[in-house]
């Protein structure tokens, strides 16, 4: 039976493909030490755990939510977390949504917003989700490149004319992933300047707004003049609460964009299981991430201390869950990779993965599952050294 076209427009998803490479050497017997997936590898918090099991115990949550936008307990959360965390006021009856994950409204908002033929600009390097959705959509993708000198922030003035015309969405995300790079205000209300001036509609991914370090706080493009006509802002509990497999995040912003979302999401879903965001709503109100984000400093000091000991001068990120490092002279990116499985038995990201911009680049995650504070980041850094790569 033959399959839909749309899908021979896509690459493999990334992870799939580091999945397979990871199971053969295993296979051969390599005992790898995984610096991949940015799966936090941390419980969640006791708390979240508590509030989840009272509300599962409340028959009302067991049944469909049939609200217009989300359970209204965890909407009110979001409304006071905006307000409290960015000074932002949100109106829970038109600019806030229920996503199941942030993955969800990021892969979906183009199927609300673009027609075939449409141009979408995605960040290269960046997350390979909204680039694959945007080409089953059929939109005509045009990369914005995240160059190292720019400090990995797009260059709108360098879009073209013409394409910033035809442009309908554009994609951002910071804390980035891969990156690591952070932006200020100035260079969101640029974005938003921009985005009003060709009328395209602007999906911010501040996913890892909370996973923050050295003093930085990461700002909302909602806080920016102009930002409610334009901007749809996605965030998610996953990495802030160690929360990836509760699938649970929510959207804010233009009234507009996310009625469109919610329209297109409401033919394909059903929500979350209620009792899930009661637990978050209690998670926003009540508690921090200051522990695990201790964890996560503490392993990115050792590992980019000991790097560059190594002779690998890495940058140290003030943001994401992730360190974006330059292959040695004479790689390619996945060659680098394989190079660090065969002789060194660790394991990261190749940076072509999230575009051709991310070519002689590699991402390590901080996510290490079985770390204790930095034992296997050690083990890592011990085996490149051992190696002779450098």
Not at 65 to 91: N, S
Not at 92 to 120: C, Y
Request: with cysteine; charged share 25%; proline share 6%.
């Amino acid at each position: 039976m033959e399959r839909a076209k749309r899908l021979e427009t896509i690459p493999p998803y990334l992870f799939g493909e580091i999945s397979r490479m990871k199971a053969k050497a295993i296979a051969e017997g390599k005992k790898l030490i995984d610096l991949g997936i940015g799966d936090p590898d941390l419980p969640t918090p006791e708390p979240i755990i508590n509030a989840l099991c009272e509300a599962a115990r409340d028959p009302i949550t067991h049944r469909y939510d049939e609200t217009e936008a989300g359970w209204p307990e965890y909407l009110q959360a979001v409304k006071r977390y905006y307000k409290r965390r960015f000074d932002v006021d949100i109106d829970i009856a038109s600019e806030a949504l229920l996503l199941i994950g942030s993955k969800d409204g990021l892969a979906h908002i183009v199927w609300a917003m673009v027609d075939p033929g449409d141009v979408v600009l995605c960040p290269d390097p960046g997350y390979t989700v909204v680039k694959v959705n945007s080409m089953m959509a059929g939109a005509e993708i045009y990369g914005m490149p995240l160059l190292e000198e720019n400090g990995f922030l797009p260059d709108f003035d360098a879009i073209p004319e013409d394409t910033a015309r035809r442009a309908k969405l554009m994609y951002l995300n910071y804390p980035n992933n891969p990156t690591g790079a952070v932006c200020d205000l100035d260079f969101y209300q640029k974005a938003v300047d921009f985005a009003r001036k060709y009328d395209i509609a602007v999906v911010s991914d501040i996913a890892y707004a909370e996973v923050t370090y050295d003093g930085y706080k990461a700002p909302s493009m909602l806080q920016c003049e102009g930002a409610k006509d334009v901007v749809i802002e996605l965030h998610s509990l996953s990495k802030t609460y160690n929360m990836t497999g509760w699938r649970i995040g929510f959207a804010a912003g233009a009234p507009n964009i996310i009625a469109a979302l919610n329209k297109m999401k409401s033919n394909m879903d059903s929500r979350q299981f209620p009792a899930i965001d009661i637990a978050a709503a209690y998670a926003l109100d009540n508690v921090t991430n200051e522990e695990t984000l201790a964890v996560y400093k503490e392993r990115r000091d050792i590992l980019v201390k000991g790097l560059r000991e190594a002779g690998w001068n890495v940058p140290c990120p003030k943001g994401s869950l992730y360190v974006w490092a330059k292959v040695p002279g004479g790689y390619t990116s996945a060659e680098f990779v394989k190079k660090l499985i065969s002789d060194a038995g660790v394991l990261v990201i190749p940076g072509n993965g999230y575009g051709p911009h991310g070519e002689g680049y590699v991402r390590m995650s901080l996510t290490v599952a079985g770390d204790v504070h930095g034992s296997l980041i050690k083990e890592f850094i011990s085996r490149i050294k051992a190696s002779g790569i450098f």
